[in-house]
């Protein structure tokens, strides 16, 4: 069996006429392992490999993780993206057609799409997002509660539009005009606080692109200092995707110095939650792994899950993240795999989403599936790649 990236990888590299060898020099890595990505023997789960790779392919990094990213209809949130995606492009024409309604009401729906989101309960979230979108625009359009309308914006836009578009794997385009949106309504507003936020967003979605280079500009200018518990969980916040920018940009110096900042603003903290992020201890640890295996080091990633508890982490959606990322480094652990299954297969219970639809996730699911042996932790992988759409 071999990935739909690697398919991808190998459709786009034969397409451009470039031999292993060329492709391979060009990315910085062996012809060898080229070929073990092109087969899914080996994971493409790296956004500094695939960005390596698109470089040497002529093509978007999206081009590459793209083909990996949905799996239509299988899943309930998908009959909402429609309806979402219909409203922001609705509200880019300046024509949200939403209801005009208080802060009063919009601020309790706000909250319930959040805690949907943070809850992983992603139908939900579908569900209420596109009425959501029309009516914060319109509200805003007719000048009612404008400041605390544009919080609003910016909050329910990278919290809840970019973060529900990116878990259930929907087009890199959506989840930027998520983003830019959020932007568009922190620069209205000019509160600190709220840039942070949508820094956070753009850089994410920067990131996701290949935009390193950027994405470490936008972090850096929109640090909102520490005078405030809220301010300095934000900055622990940018500190910390700052610290996964350097990991992609092969920086170790600074991604580690980054982490280490991140950890002392988090002793300052304790765990928290100022608008959502669940800033704490805990959370730098589940990052502590995602950087970590960004930087292509599995073994630490698994040495660091090993401190940290998950029943300390502040959502189930760090606790998905935790699993997801403990089992994607186990994966690659020495006599581990079937470890990093069952790591799997919990954060699949908590988020089916998270697992099904991730591109680095679905890599590492047919690399699991082209070694597995025909034994029960065998058949609850291949139910796993059978439910993100592999075919096994």
């Not at 060898?32 to 493409?44: F, I, K, Q, T």
């Not at 009401?105 to 319930?112: F, G, H």
């Not at 959370?283 to 300390?312: F, Y």
């Not at 990322?325 to 069952?342: F, T």
Request: aromatic share 4%.
């Amino acid at each position: 069996m071999s990935s739909a990236i690697g398919d991808t990888l190998r459709q786009i590299r034969h397409a451009r006429g470039k031999s292993l060898a060329v492709v391979a020099g060009l990315a910085g890595i062996s012809p060898s392992y080229l070929s073990r990505l092109e087969s899914g023997d080996r994971a493409l789960d790296r956004r500094s490999l695939i960005v390596s790779l698109a470089h040497a392919l002529e093509v978007a990094p999206s081009e590459i993780t793209g083909s990996a990213l949905t799996t239509p209809g299988e899943l309930e949130e998908d009959r909402s993206l429609d309806g979402v995606r219909l409203a922001l492009l609705a509200v880019s024409m300046g024509q949200p057609r939403g209801q005009v309604v208080s802060v009063e009401t919009l601020t309790p729906r706000v909250t319930a799409i959040l805690t949907a989101q943070r809850d992983c309960n992603y139908s939900l979230v579908g569900q209420q997002l596109p009425s959501l979108i029309r009516d914060l625009h319109s509200t805003l359009k007719a000048h009612r509660d404008e400041r605390e309308v544009l919080r609003l914006l910016v909050l329910t836009h990278v919290q809840g539009t970019q973060a529900w578009l990116g878990d259930i794997g929907a087009s890199l385009d959506l989840a930027w005009q998520a983003a830019m949106l959020a932007q568009q309504a922190a620069e209205r507003l000019d509160e600190p606080l709220f840039t942070a936020v949508s820094a956070f967003g753009t850089a994410f979605g920067l990131l996701a692109a290949g935009g390193f280079d950027m994405a470490e500009d936008t972090l850096r200018e929109a640090m909102p200092g520490t005078e405030t518990p809220e301010q300095t969980q934000l900055a622990g916040m940018l500190t910390l995707t700052s610290s996964l920018v350097s990991a992609a940009q092969r920086n170790n110096t600074e991604r580690l110095a980054a982490l280490d900042h991140a950890d002392e603003l988090a002793n300052h903290t304790g765990e928290s939650n100022a608008l959502w992020f669940g800033f704490g201890p805990s959370n730098v640890g589940v990052w502590r792994m995602s950087v970590a295996l960004e930087a292509g080091e599995h073994a630490e990633a698994a040495k660091i899950a090993e401190t940290v508890n998950p029943d300390a982490l502040p959502s189930p959606t760090r606790r998905s993240a935790y699993y997801r990322e403990y089992g994607r480094a186990l994966a690659r652990v020495p006599k581990r795999r079937d470890d990093a299954v069952m790591m799997l297969r919990q954060a699949e219970l908590i988020s089916p989403a998270r697992i099904h639809r991730h591109p680095f996730m679905r890599s590492i699911l047919a690399e699991l599936v082209a070694k597995a042996k025909r034994d029960a932790v065998g058949r609850e992988l291949r139910g796993m790649a059978y439910r993100a759409g592999l075919h096994v």
